[in-house]
């Protein structure tokens, strides 16, 4: 292989490198601003394996192409990962801002390994974040849904939810909090009730013809045409574990209940009259309205929670 073919090869190599390197840090620096957050156990030991993984997988990455200084900065921050990946020690300044540093000093070492500039203020931005007081934030947040409950609105939980995160921050020893991360924070909720109340409109009403066709075959049929309804219960299993994710507790109530109902009916420990039926599609065509008021509850709250953060 001549001088040119090597050149190009590496040249190749290093643009493949460059490409992995980037989301590796993508992740280590999103696992770090989470890990900020006093997030629970074993979220904690979650994001910190993350974080040793994506380490790991650069500086070894970077051994197999010869790029000695980013090999070395790599594994030179394994073990400040490691000294703040015990979730029962409250995150010292000291140890984050360490580990803020040394990631600063693998994206210097990437630049000037591979020419393609890595920035390098993107590892530490999250010590400088906009912050507030998490004791401050708690007692407006309580306010906050106070003020939902004397109003009779809809809830969507979203503000109970981002209590449980902040106190959870608070009893590890996080006395402020990132506003950036709690904008992603929410960010993300709002996203995920958006995707289950899509899932509940594509599946609600599959399912709900699957109740009107079990309603008007007989129970000797259920058994020839087994097979026929495991793609009903299928989406009723997928229905409940999407509401369980987004403590959807109404509709994780019932469909609950759904899986128990067509357990027994198909099982034929029960056989169900006709208006059983009846009022279990009727019931299955109302929820995907009734989610998306919930959906809608759940920006209204945001919107309030997004009042009290201050201006980045």
Known sequence: ??????????????????????????????????LQQGPPADRHLQLAHTMKAGLANLGGSAATINLHEVEQT???ALPLVEAVADPSVPL????????????GQ?????????????????????VTAVTLSAQAFLASLHGLQARLTDTGAMSCQVTKTVIAQVDGMTRNGVTHCDVASLRELLKRGAQAEQAFAQAVHQLGPLVANDI????????????????????????TGE????????????????????????????????????????????????????IQGWAEAGRRERGAIEALLPVA
């Open 1 to 34: 292989m001549s001088a040119d073919t090597d050149d190009e090869f590496q040249k190749e190599l290093i643009t493949l490198f460059v490409q992995e390197a980037q989301e590796w840090l993508q992740q280590i620096h999103v696992a770090l601003d989470e």
């Open 74 to 76: 790599s594994f030179a």
């Open 92 to 103: 010292s300044a000291q140890a984050f801002l360490s580990l803020c540093k040394q990631l």
């Open 106 to 126: 693998i994206h210097a070492a990437l630049t000037r390994a591979t020419g393609v500039t890595f920035d390098a203020e993107s590892a530490t931005e999250v």
């Open 212 to 235: 009107r066709k079990l309603s008007q075959v007989s129970a000797e049929e259920w058994n020839q045409s087994a097979d026929a309804w495991a793609p009903m219960v299928e989406r």
């Open 239 to 290: 229905l409940w574990s999407a509401s369980q994710q987004v403590n959807a507790v109404e509709a994780m109530t019932f469909f609950t209940g759904l899986q128990s109902f067509l357990s027994i009916v198909l099982a034929q420990r029960v056989l169900p009259g006709a208006p059983q039926f009846e009022k279990v599609e009727s019931r299955l065509r109302e929820i995907p309205t009734m």
